[in-house]
């Protein structure tokens, strides 16, 4: 048996629980078999961590593809080249995705949902797990569609979700749409009826607008102050609404591009909990900068910023826990950062987590991050 001690545990921001030492032992297999509180007086024989904390691996809800490969263009000859792209995700410290389909035509998008299909089939251990698809539009705010092509936004309606989705609807875990569009109410109501999360994105809502679209079960808000009205002490916005009510998951790109850090570190001193990390990588993830195709476009790569020809910001490259360390470094919290990348995550997709989540997990499966407050640098690793 194998004993660790001094571990820290992923604990929610702005928790009123003491943030306490944990002691956890290991059976021969490597699964953790139980854990506990650290004594408050005296010392503990094990292998100590000194303060390191241990998680999950990060699960990433907007991630457009990666190593060439974009979701919304795959064709079966691509199922290899996908275990690759799950394998390096893993390697990369991502238990799971939920592969992003942008706006796109009818016909490849219902490809793409087959491939996913057949790749969620072969899931293997040491691969990043494919969840169900995130669908990033069509139904967006032309003014607010940023990236996504014109000629392929749809109005909310029936009819056009059967025409994508029929057949593929448990395949499916998000649907990012504008709730403002006429129609978006009764989307939503089907869209929740199939047990499908609806976020707020490429939106021109107002706080009241959104407040509706909450009231009615959005529970997100897709890539917050990017392609929607940002926060204004007079028109608070969707944002504002979100904060106000504490219950919405807010998506970020912490790549400090997208979001400014110091934007960030007030939305997050403001959001607290509901802030949820994701990457948006596209296709050239895991590639060198420099030109790539996305679609019948040019996508121009450097310092992992991606944009169009016309400068356009359509995405990065970097990985989802480089945005967390990101984070971490603006904000001094690597607690609330490493929850928003492990945690948060798994909130938005309705995972039960108790105390004891972490039991029967292999320490391998695991992150262990290590947090430096004199450089204000946090850095993560394997568990095992």
């Known amino acids: 048996m194998r004993r660790i001690t001094d571990v820290r545990l992923p604990r929610r921001p702005e928790s009123r629980d003491p943030a306490a030492l944990h002691w956890l032992t290991l059976d021969d297999h490597g699964l953790i078999s139980a854990i506990g509180p650290m004594p408050s007086r005296g010392a503990m024989a094990g292998e100590s961590w000194y303060g390191d904390t241990l998680s999950p691996r990060g699960i990433d809800l907007q991630i457009n593809g990666g190593l060439g490969l974009a979701f919304t263009e795959l064709s079966e000859r691509d199922l290899p080249r996908i275990q690759e792209l799950l394998e390096l995700l893993w390697r990369d410290g991502v238990e799971a995705i939920a592969p992003t389909l942008?706006?796109?035509?009818?016909?490849?998008?219902?490809?793409?949902?087959?491939?996913?299909?057949?790749?969620?089939?072969?899931?293997?251990?040491?691969?990043?797990q494919l969840l169900g698809a995130h669908l990033e539009g069509p139904f967006l705010a032309e003014s607010r569609r940023g990236a996504h092509p014109l000629e392929h936004i749809a109005a909310p309606t029936a009819a056009a979700l059967k025409e994508r989705i029929a057949g593929f609807e448990a395949d499916i875990s998000l649907v990012t749409l504008a709730?403002?569009?006429?129609?978006?109410?009764?989307?939503?109501?089907q869209l929740r009826a199939l047990g499908i999360t609806v976020a707020l994105g490429h939106s021109t809502a107002d706080a009241d607008q959104a407040a509706l679209a909450f009231q009615r079960?959005?529970?997100?808000?897709?890539h917050a102050f990017n392609a929607m009205p940002g926060l204004h002490h007079r028109a608070p916005g969707p944002l504002g609404e979100a904060c106000r009510r504490g219950d919405i998951a807010l998506g970020l790109i912490a790549d400090g591009v997208h979001v400014h850090p110091t934007t960030a570190v007030l939305?997050?001193?403001l959001a607290g909990d509901q802030l949820v990390l994701v990457s948006d990588a596209l296709a050239p993830y895991g590639l060198e900068d420099g030109e790539h195709?996305?679609?019948?476009?040019?996508?121009?790569?450097?310092?992992?910023?991606?944009?169009?020809?016309?400068?356009?910001?359509a995405g990065v490259t970097l990985p989802l826990l480089e945005g967390t360390c990101r984070l971490a470094?603006?904000?001094?919290?690597?607690?609330?950062?490493?929850?928003?990348?492990?945690?948060?995550?798994r909130h938005v997709l309705g995972d039960n987590i108790t105390a004891d989540f972490l039991i029967g997990g292999a320490l391998c499966d695991l992150l262990r991050w290590r947090w430096s407050e004199s450089d204000r640098n946090l850095g993560w690793r394997e568990a095992a």
Do not use: F
């Open 102 to 128: 942008v706006t796109c035509a009818v016909t490849p998008l219902r490809q793409s949902l087959a491939v996913l299909r057949q790749a969620r089939e072969r899931h293997q251990a040491g691969r990043c």
């Open 179 to 189: 709730p403002e569009q006429p129609g978006a109410e009764a989307l939503i109501n």
């Open 217 to 222: 079960g959005v529970g997100m808000i897709t």
């Open 267 to 269: 939305l997050q001193r």
């Open 293 to 313: 195709r996305w679609d019948e476009r040019v996508l121009l790569v450097k310092n992992g910023t991606c944009r169009l020809e016309d400068g356009t910001l």
């Open 329 to 345: 470094g603006w904000t001094g919290d690597a607690e609330a950062a490493i929850w928003a990348s492990t945690m948060a995550p």
